[in-house]
Each structure stands twice: as C-alpha cells, then as structure tokens.
C-alpha cells in the first residue's frame, strides 16, 4: 500500500491563480479530511468528507471546495489564490466502522504540499 | 469554545532522560477526544493516540504513556529513556461532539522536543 499520496509536493502560485491539490489514498478508508498548516502552529481542518459523494466545511473553508466522487480521491480547489493560503497542506484519511465511537480509528497522514502564493 | 494549550514551546532532554509533554485542553461538551501527534523533522505526521473522555485508564505503549485526568483536564504524553528519533516537534488535539471524528479537531500549537546525545 502506498498510503497516503499527495501531489504536487511544492507549488508557487500568483494572487489569482488557481489550482488542484491532490490526494489518492489506496487503504479504502472511508473518511478523508484536508488540513492547513502555517508555520508554529498546529492543523486547522478545511474541509472533510465521511464517504464518496458526501462532504462538509470544517473550520477555515473560505477560499477553498473539495468533492469526493470516489472513496479514494479528495482533490482540494483554490479558485483564486491569495497570500493568506500560503501554507502547508496535508491530506489524511482513516477508517471508521459505523456504529462505534472509533476509539481504535487511526488516521493516516499524507507528505504534505507546501505552498507558496506570492 | 474548546481551546487547547500546550504551554511548553520547546523542550530539550538529553538522551534516556524522561520526558513529559503537557496538554491542557477547555471544552463544555461532557463527550471529546483527545489525540497526541508527532510531527518529525521531515514534516509528516504521525498518529499517536486517540482518547475518549469516559476513559480515564492511562495508556502505555512502548516508551510512550498517556496521562488522561478529566479534574484538572489535562492529557500529558511522557517518553520514558527518550532517544534522538523522539526529536519532533508534539501536537496535542481536541474533538468535541459524539461522534469523535475531526471534523471538529483543534490542535494546539505544539511543543518541540530536542533529544540531545
């Protein structure tokens, strides 16, 4: 299994620009989340998705859309980027069984995209 | 609002020494989690462990324990005999709401450890 991938690895963008992130994980879990990382500072959830099909804004979603058409994929959209998303960027993913609090869930991160709007 | 504080910005140990990560963490909800990731010099991050709040029991796996005490709300992370691989930098995070997952996650903002040979 190769996990949790993401790509691109680093990306420089102008004010304005758009882009994709990526994120394919090959473990068939069934939740997936995107999370931001600015320097000294733990994650902030952008958004998260409980299955194909189905996704929800989490705590900073504005400037950002995510779609979940497979189990496997999660891409994460900037439709025009500003400075304040100059960030790290990961993707996680985990598996959780219906009906149980998921005590034993464990969620499984991505290397990371760092990027850079200028 | 839940709110987590990891007062320790950076420790350094020297190598075998224990060592112990504070978390002290604000919420109202009766039922949260709490989690314990590393984030090494390579900037992945790893899993660590998930705790509920009706489970107090203390965790111990390997070097790694978990403190978890609901009276003082606090879930402190102690390596026995740290080695140079502990080096990393530690996030503390909290999930309010039943179902436990993250869609709700607030992560402090971390704690370097430098383990020194």
Sequence with gaps: NAGVTQ??????????????????????????YWYRQDPGMGLKLIYYSVGAGITDKGEVPNGYNVSRSTTEDFPLRLELAAPSQTSVYFCASSYRRGGLDG?????YFGPGTRLLVL | AQKVTQAQT??????????????????????????????PPSGELVFLIRRNSFDEQNEISGRYSWN????TSSFNFTITAS???????????????????ARQLTFGSGTQLTVLP
């Design chain 1, 7 to 32: 790509t691109p690895k680093f990306r420089i963008l102008k004010i304005g620009q758009s882009m994709t992130l990526q994120c394919t994980q090959d473990m068939n879990h069934n939740y997936m």
């Design chain 1, 103 to 107: 005590s034993k869930e464990t969620q």
């Design chain 2, 10 to 39: 950076e420790i350094s140990v020297v190598e075998k020494e224990d060592v112990t990560l504070d978390c002290v963490y604000e919420t109202r909800d009766t039922t949260y989690y709490l989690f314990w990731y590393k984030q």
């Design chain 2, 68 to 71: 978890f005490q609901k009276s």
């Design chain 2, 83 to 101: 080695q140079v691989v502990d080096s990393a930098v530690y996030f503390c995070a909290l999930s309010e709401g039943t179902s436990g997952s």
